[in-house]
């Protein structure tokens, strides 16, 4: 799944599947398969 227009909900349904409930950047960023000008937009958003 490419990180473009990467939502909220998106974000919240991969760490609700982790056994934590909880994921870092680089776990968002495997899972989403996100790359250069992504990962910053997935930055922004997490930032929000």
Do not use: C, W, Y
Request: hydrophobic letters at 35%.
């Amino acid at each position: 799944m490419p990180a473009r227009g990467v939502t909220e909900h998106e974000i919240l349904r991969i760490i609700e599947r982790q056994p934590k409930q909880e994921a870092g950047f680089k776990q968002l960023v495997r899972e989403l398969g996100a790359h250069g000008n992504e990962r910053r937009r997935l930055a922004d958003e997490l930032s929000r």
